[in-house]
């Protein structure tokens, strides 16, 4: 069994939390709870021929106001990247996080949500910018914490990642 560190990165309110109970937990909530400083969760998993325990670290959302401490980016493995489909600026926000924590681990797998796609209707993220992502070699992958729709697929993923497989 070995461990990795992940972290969910995103703005604020795009749902990072909601995903990290969903995959954990398998609840969803729609009461709004902002994290304060960082939210740890563990969850073990097997990716490919190899058990995995992931150590999720849940860290605040980034906004105009406050900045990321790159100090709780260090160690990790991987990177959850979150936007909320519903609000095209927490695009950029979540593309900005990841150069910066690129910056800081420039060898840890990462991967793309763009959550809140049970609200379709209200989609403000094009495809276009989704496939600009994709042809530059990025896994994106569109979530519901809501429904739990590739919530499951978009931490495997990244778990596989990590180990290689």
């Known amino acids: 069994m070995i461990q990795k560190k992940i972290c969910l990165l995103g703005g604020f309110g ?3 939390t909601s995903l990290v109970s969903r ?15 960082v939210k740890i969760d563990k969850k073990s998993v097997r990716a490919g021929d ?16 406050q900045k990321i401490q790159t ?8 990177f959850l990247i979150v936007a909320d489909g519903t609000r095209r600026a927490t695009l950029d926000t979540a593309l900005a996080l990841r150069d910066t924590a690129r910056a800081v681990s420039p060898d840890a ?6 959550n809140k ?3 379709a209707k209200d989609w403000e993220v094009p495809d276009t910018l ?6 530059r070699g990025w896994r994106v992958l569109k979530t519901s914490a809501k429904t739990g729709a590739e919530v499951e697929h978009a931490f ?10």
């Open 23 to 37: 995959y954990v937990r398998s609840i969803f909530s729609d009461k709004y709870l902002t994290t304060v400083g």
């Open 109 to 114: 797998a990462f991967t793309m949500v763009i």
């Open 71 to 78: 100090s709780y980016l260090r160690g990790a493995s991987g």
């Open 14 to 16: 795009v749902g990072k």
């Open 156 to 165: 495997l993923t990244l778990a596989e990642s990590m180990v290689g497989t």
């Open 117 to 119: 796609v049970d609200l």
């Open 50 to 65: 190899t058990d995995v325990d992931l150590v999720i670290w849940d860290i605040y959302g980034q906004d105009d106001y």
């Open 130 to 135: 989704i496939d600009i992502l994709v042809l």
